[in-house]
């Protein structure tokens, strides 16, 4: 029997990285709102009380970004009192240009001098992966599932109000057992949560190990042995912006997979649809989660890559890690049969132009129930089974 451990992490909205994040996505969705063929790369940086927005944006939409900023940071929750990164006071600092001619041409859908065809291109090179694995119901690895939910439900009580004491940061980590490549249980769970100053620690270990912990893990992965470490330093008073630099892009791999799939190292939130490091991210996800939902793997990743201008993917590989049905030759054929990788295609089959990114910033871009994020359908099964 193989046995392993597998961790995941996952952060709080008011994570640093995850403030820039939020305030990226709403500056997209604001511009999508108004112009859906925008073109954004926005960047955010958040120190102490400064958030700094920066970036290449061209579009006909009318933008308050200071307005934007503090609704995001308060949405988030930083409004106490006592945070030196406070919604209504924090200074908000806008770098902006529009998109280099030179990659607007490669994007755009027609001629240009030296460019090979007159097809939309991808707006940058690089390699994206797409994962799906049948350990749990939204067909992701238990590990980053389980961290998400802490994560989630920590939030959704702090914003009730009902635990004062509650602030924005926090970071959660589940490490689940595997035999045979099957989880089983969970070994260690660990949840750092920033909080007031006038709580003790005993009451703070009691809540996240009652309240948060025992309600949205599987009890009957928690045993005996499960140990739980909760703010291990002692104390998380200050957080947030205040306590560390938060930068756009910094937490992909909570984003995506936590781990169990690769990643391309291209970052997904404040970037339009024509930025194939997200869009093909998420059509990699589409296409995984459909074979394993197919049921002709229990695990898949699958991996294209691009250059920039070109419209066609460079390479496409599909690995199901011998878990599969079928030979992976045929899987690859029949995916190349029923989905098309061209970044106007992907806009198209996903419907991407919509102000639908916020939805997407905390708690992972993949594996939600929601109707907005195409990437989760599988509405693709008949297709390929139908092609293989």
């Excluded at 009691?206 to 499960?226: D, H, R, Y």
């Excluded at 599909?318 to 054929?333: E, P, R």
Aim: proline share 4%; with cysteine; hydrophobic share 40%.
């Amino acid at each position: 029997m193989s046995t392993y451990i597998f961790s995941s992490e996952s952060v709080g909205e008011g994570h640093p990285d995850k403030v820039a994040d939020t305030i990226s996505d709403a500056v997209l969705d604001a511009c999508l709102s108004q112009d859906k063929m925008s073109r954004v790369a926005c960047e955010t940086y958040v120190k102490s009380n400064i958030a700094i927005i920066g970036g290449e944006i061209t579009t006909k939409a009318k933008l308050d970004y200071v307005k934007l900023a503090r609704e995001a940071i308060r949405e988030i929750g930083y409004v106490n009192d006592d945070d030196v990164f406070h919604a209504d006071k924090v200074f908000v600092n806008v770098i902006v240009t529009q998109q280099s001619p030179d990659i607007a041409q490669g994007v755009d859908a027609k001629k240009a001098k030296g460019k090979k065809t007159a097809k939309q291109g991808a707006g940058d090179q690089g390699l994206m992966f797409g994962y799906a694995s049948n350990e749990t119901p939204e067909l992701m690895p238990a590990p980053i599932m389980f961290a998400h939910r802490l994560g989630r439900e920590l939030t959704k009580v702090r914003k009730s109000g009902k635990v004062p004491w509650l602030r924005p940061d926090a970071k959660s980590q589940v490490s689940v057992v595997y035999e045979n490549g099957k989880p089983v249980s969970i070994s260690n769970v660990v949840i750092s949560t920033q909080h007031a100053a006038d709580v003790e620690h005993a009451e703070i270990e009691k809540f996240c190990i009652e309240q948060i912990i025992k309600k949205v893990l599987p009890a009957k992965m928690l045993t005996a042995k499960t140990e739980f470490l909760i703010n291990p330093t002692g104390r998380f008073v200050i957080g947030g912006p205040q306590g560390d630099t938060g930068l756009t892009g910094r937490k992909i791999i909570v984003d995506s997979y936590g781990g169990m799939g690769r990643h391309g190292g291209g970052a997904f939130s404040g970037k339009d649809p024509t930025k194939v490091d997200r869009s093909a991210a998420y059509m990699g996800r589409w296409v995984a989660k459909n074979i394993v939902a197919a049921k002709l793997a229990e695990k898949c990743e699958i991996q294209f890559a691009y250059a920039i201008g070109y419209p066609d993917p460079v390479s496409v590989h599909v690995d199901t890690f011998g878990t599969s049905t079928v030979d992976d030759a045929k899987i690859i054929a029949a995916v190349n049969k029923v989905f098309s990788f061209q970044p106007s295609d992907i806009i198209d089959q996903l419907d991407l132009r919509r102000p639908i990114y916020s939805k997407t910033t905390n708690y992972g871009h993949f594996g939600k129930n929601d109707k907005d994020l195409t990437w989760e359908a599988t509405n693709k099964v008949e297709a390929l089974l139908k092609a293989i």
